[in-house]
C-alpha cells in the first residue's frame, strides 16, 4: 500500500513512488495490518569482500553506484572498512577487514567475496523478534538501539541459510546517511544504470530447498509465489529446482534453489562447493532501461553471459514474446533474453561472476508487467551457464 512505501529510507532516498515500484519489481497492493511479522521492503545488502576499497571503486564505476557513506579507521572504526553505496533504492555495503584479527577475514577466507546479511526493513523490530523467537528462529543479535546525533536505530538479527542472516532494521527515528558511526559522502553524480532490488536467490543444499521455504513462511509469513520442479530448469546433463517466497507487498522476494540428480555437477553444485556451503547466488537488479544499462555496464568492462543467436531466430520463441519494446535486433545484439506471461513480459541478462570464486553474479531485469522470473529463458540460460562451468572445468 501507499503508506508501507512512504515508510521506506530506499524509497525516499530514490523518489520512488509505489506506481514505480511497482512496474519495476512487480510489487502489489498489501495491507501489512494482518502480518504477524511484516516486512516493508529491503534495507541493505551488506558484503563481505576481500578488498573492500577496490570493491566500491568497481561499483561505482561499472555500476553507477553513488558512494553516501563510510566508515573505517578514519572514524574510528579499527576493525574493518565499509563503504555504503546507493543506486535509487538498492544499498550495497562493502566491508572488509583491516584489522588482521577482524572476523570479516576469517568469513572471506571460508566464502570468498559475497554476502552476508540481507537487511530488512520492519516497522517493529521487537514484534517481529517475538515473533521469530516464537515460531523457533535463531536469534543472532536481540533488539537494541544505537543512536548518534542523527536520532536512534532499532536493530535485531536473525540467522538464515548457511551463513547467510536478516539484520533488521527500524530506522523510523533516524535521519543520518546509513548507521551510527558512519560519515556521509558526497560522490560525483553517475547515470543510476538500476534503481531497485528485484530479488536475492540463495542456494542450499540438496533436500534444504523445502525447510527453508517453510522458514520463511512460519517466521516471517511469506508466501509461496512460484516454483519450477522436474525439467522446469533442466538440461540433458544437469538440473535445479527452485522455489520462490515474498513478503506481502512482494517488493522482497527471495527465489531458493537446490541442486537436482543429473548427469553432471549443476550450477549449484558449483557454487556451493565454491562458496563452502549455502548462501546468496545472484543479486536482480531492476531498471527502466535495460540496454542502456547493459551498454554502460559492458563498457565499463562487466561481461555477460552469450546467448547463442538461434535464440533469437527461433519461430516459436518470435510466437511467443510478440512486441516488445525494443526490435529483436537490438536484444540479440547485446544477448538480452525475453519472456512473456500472462501478465505481461520482461527483459533480462546475466553476468558472469564478478568474483575470482564462481560464485555471485547480476540479474538486470526490465519488467512490463510480468511477475515472473522469466520461465522460458531457463534453458537458455541454464545451457550458457553449463558453458561458463566447462570452461572453468568445473562440469
Given at each position: 500500500?501507499?503508506?508501507?512505501?512512504?515508510?521506506?529510507?530506499?524509497?525516499?532516498?530514490?523518489?520512488?513512488?509505489?506506481?514505480?515500484?511497482?512496474?519495476?519489481?512487480?510489487?502489489?497492493?498489501?495491507?501489512?495490518?494482518?502480518?504477524?511479522?511484516?516486512?516493508?521492503?529491503?534495507?541493505?545488502?551488506?558484503?563481505?569482500?576481500?578488498?573492500?576499497?577496490?570493491?566500491?571503486?568497481?561499483?561505482?564505476?561499472?555500476?553507477?553506484?553513488?558512494?553516501?557513506?563510510?566508515?573505517?579507521?578514519?572514524?574510528?572504526?579499527?576493525?574493518?572498512?565499509?563503504?555504503?553505496?546507493?543506486?535509487?533504492?538498492?544499498?550495497?555495503?562493502?566491508?572488509?577487514?583491516?584489522?588482521?584479527?577482524?572476523?570479516?577475514?576469517?568469513?572471506?577466507?571460508?566464502?570468498?567475496?559475497?554476502?552476508?546479511?540481507?537487511?530488512?526493513?520492519?516497522?517493529?523490530?521487537?514484534?517481529?523478534?517475538?515473533?521469530?523467537?516464537?515460531?523457533?528462529?535463531?536469534?543472532?543479535?536481540?533488539?537494541?538501539?544505537?543512536?548518534?546525533?542523527?536520532?536512534?536505530?532499532?536493530?535485531?538479527?536473525?540467522?538464515?541459510?548457511?551463513?547467510?542472516?536478516?539484520?533488521?532494521?527500524?530506522?523510523?527515528?533516524?535521519?543520518?546517511?546509513?548507521?551510527?558511526?558512519?560519515?556521509?559522502?558526497?560522490?560525483?553524480?553517475?547515470?543510476?544504470?538500476?534503481?531497485?532490488?528485484?530479488?536475492?536467490?540463495?542456494?542450499?543444499?540438496?533436500?534444504?530447498?523445502?525447510?527453508?521455504?517453510?522458514?520463511?513462511?512460519?517466521?516471517?509469513?511469506?508466501?509461496?509465489?512460484?516454483?519450477?520442479?522436474?525439467?522446469?530448469?533442466?538440461?540433458?546433463?544437469?538440473?535445479?529446482?527452485?522455489?520462490?517466497?515474498?513478503?506481502?507487498?512482494?517488493?522482497?522476494?527471495?527465489?531458493?534453489?537446490?541442486?537436482?540428480?543429473?548427469?553432471?555437477?549443476?550450477?549449484?553444485?558449483?557454487?556451493?562447493?565454491?562458496?563452502?556451503?549455502?548462501?546468496?547466488?545472484?543479486?536482480?537488479?531492476?531498471?527502466?532501461?535495460?540496454?542502456?544499462?547493459?551498454?554502460?555496464?559492458?563498457?565499463?568492462?562487466?561481461?555477460?553471459?552469450?546467448?547463442?543467436?538461434?535464440?533469437?531466430?527461433?519461430?516459436?520463441?518470435?510466437?511467443?514474446?510478440?512486441?516488445?519494446?525494443?526490435?529483436?535486433?537490438?536484444?540479440?545484439?547485446?544477448?538480452?533474453?525475453?519472456?512473456?506471461?500472462?501478465?505481461?513480459?520482461l527483459l533480462q541478462i546475466f553476468t558472469r561472476p564478478l568474483?575470482?570464486?564462481?560464485?555471485?553474479?547480476?540479474?538486470?531485469?526490465?519488467?512490463?508487467?510480468?511477475?515472473?522470473?522469466?520461465?522460458?529463458?531457463?534453458?537458455?540460460?541454464?545451457?550458457?551457464?553449463?558453458?561458463?562451468?566447462?570452461?572453468?572445468?568445473?562440469?
Amino acid at each position: 500500500m501507499h503508506i508501507e512505501q512512504t515508510r521506506s529510507p530506499g524509497g525516499r532516498f530514490a523518489h520512488l513512488d509505489h506506481d514505480q515500484l511497482r512496474r519495476l519489481v512487480g510489487m502489489v497492493e498489501h495491507d501489512p495490518a494482518g502480518d504477524p511479522f511484516p516486512v516493508t521492503g529491503w534495507d541493505a545488502v551488506v558484503w563481505v569482500v576481500g578488498n573492500a576499497t577496490q570493491a566500491a571503486h568497481f561499483y561505482r564505476t561499472a555500476f553507477g553506484m553513488e558512494l553516501v557513506a563510510y566508515s573505517g579507521p578514519e572514524t574510528g572504526n579499527r576493525d574493518h572498512k565499509a563503504f555504503v553505496l546507493q543506486s535509487g533504492a538498492v544499498r550495497f555495503v562493502l566491508t572488509g577487514g583491516v584489522d588482521p584479527a577482524s572476523p570479516l577475514l576469517d568469513r572471506h577466507r571460508r566464502h570468498g567475496d559475497g554476502i552476508a546479511d540481507i537487511a530488512l526493513e520492519v516497522p517493529d523490530v521487537d514484534r517481529a523478534v517475538a515473533h521469530a523467537r516464537a515460531t523457533g528462529a535463531t536469534i543472532l543479535d536481540e533488539p537494541h538501539d544505537v543512536a548518534d546525533a542523527h536520532g536512534t536505530v532499532r536493530l535485531a538479527a536473525l540467522a538464515a541459510y548457511g551463513d547467510t542472516w536478516h539484520t533488521l532494521v527500524d530506522r523510523s527515528r533516524y535521519r543520518g546517511p546509513y548507521l551510527p558511526g558512519f560519515v556521509a559522502c558526497t560522490d560525483a553524480r553517475r547515470p543510476r544504470l538500476f534503481q531497485a532490488l528485484d530479488h536475492v536467490v540463495g542456494n542450499v543444499a540438496l533436500g534444504q530447498m523445502d525447510r527453508w521455504v517453510e522458514f520463511y513462511n512460519r517466521v516471517m509469513g511469506f508466501t509461496n509465489m512460484a516454483e519450477f520442479i522436474g525439467d522446469d530448469i533442466a538440461t540433458e546433463y544437469s538440473a535445479l529446482m527452485s522455489k520462490v517466497v515474498a513478503n506481502g507487498n512482494h517488493q522482497v522476494k527471495f527465489p531458493l534453489n537446490e541442486p537436482a540428480l543429473g548427469k553432471k555437477r549443476s550450477q549449484i553444485d558449483e557454487y556451493l562447493q565454491f562458496h563452502d556451503g549455502p548462501g546468496v547466488q545472484h543479486l536482480a537488479l531492476a531498471t527502466g532501461d535495460i540496454l542502456g544499462s547493459v551498454d554502460a555496464m559492458r563498457a565499463a568492462g562487466v561481461e555477460f553471459l552469450d546467448t547463442p543467436a538461434s535464440y533469437y531466430t527461433d519461430p516459436a520463441l518470435r510466437a511467443r514474446i510478440g512486441e516488445v519494446r525494443a526490435p529483436i535486433e537490438e536484444l540479440a545484439s547485446r544477448g538480452i533474453l525475453v519472456d512473456r506471461d500472462e501478465d505481461g513480459y520482461l527483459l533480462q541478462i546475466f553476468t558472469r561472476p564478478l568474483g575470482d570464486r564462481p560464485t555471485v553474479f547480476f540479474e538486470l531485469i526490465e519488467r512490463h508487467g510480468s511477475l515472473g522470473f522469466g520461465k522460458g529463458n531457463f534453458q537458455a540460460l541454464f545451457e550458457a551457464i553449463e558453458r561458463e562451468q566447462e570452461r572453468r572445468g568445473n562440469f
